[in-house]
């Protein structure tokens, strides 16, 4: 495997254009792994037995997965160097139940948000997605599916390749296998869905969604406590999403290093309705 000084190898570069999405296995080793499946058993089920900053995500053993750093070796390769992480959940899924219906792909890119291009080498993605599967993940199991391609698809999709019913499925619907501890990446303008979980054993897992630090699709839930219980570094994934303020000279820009050394708050963290 060739490597390049973006931390994400050619050859994955390829897999991902062409696909739309990637799996890196176990990026989490397994007392990571075990630490954060107990984080999030006791948030589903004994809510109480967790300090408050830890009562959500992305705080307590999680919030080591914000940064991640083989995955944001990949975010600044598809994304760029400024990332904000808009949105993250943590899934406790039984067997039977399913996030919802395919969604995404074609020309329409949904919204310039979660748009999709390479030019000169490079891709610029829009809002990217990375699940953390904290259990093994055989393809059978009904973790996120996906149609392959579908990101850069010049035609709509067809309403042939849109079912999730047994029989009904287009022949291009295709997931992954990969140990607990594993990162997939896929652009939310892949089409994809989570269809019903097939195992006895749940589906433990977290979605995070990343995007270029100018934008904002998802009100951000994350609460108070969590936020506050979060090291200056992880806060600053979740600044306030602009790249530059024209009302100082010189511009001042929304940098890392900016937000790390000063006091601003994050973007609001009142999660009221
Ligand atoms: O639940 C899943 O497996 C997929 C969820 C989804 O659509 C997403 O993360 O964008
Ligand atoms: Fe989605």
Known sequence: M???TTGMTEEEKFRFDLTGFLVRPAILTPDEVAAIVDQIDRIFHDKESLPPEERGMPGGAAQLIIDHPKVMEVLHEIIGPDVRLENTTCI???KGEQHGDLHGGGPGQIDPIFGYRSAQGRIHAGMVRVVFELTNISRHD???HFIPGSHKANFPMHPDHMSLEEGARSEFLTSYDCPAGSAVFFTENLCHAGPPWQRETPRVAILNAYSHLATHWHRLKVTPEVMAG???EKQAYFREPWIA???SSPVT???????VAGDEPPVDTDNSP
């Open 2 to 4: 060739s490597e390049n």
């Open 92 to 94: 406790w899924r039984k």
């Open 142 to 144: 009904g973790a996120t």
């Open 230 to 232: 979060l090291p200056r």
């Open 245 to 247: 303020d024209f009302r």
């Open 253 to 259: 820009h929304n940098t890392f290093e900016r937000f």
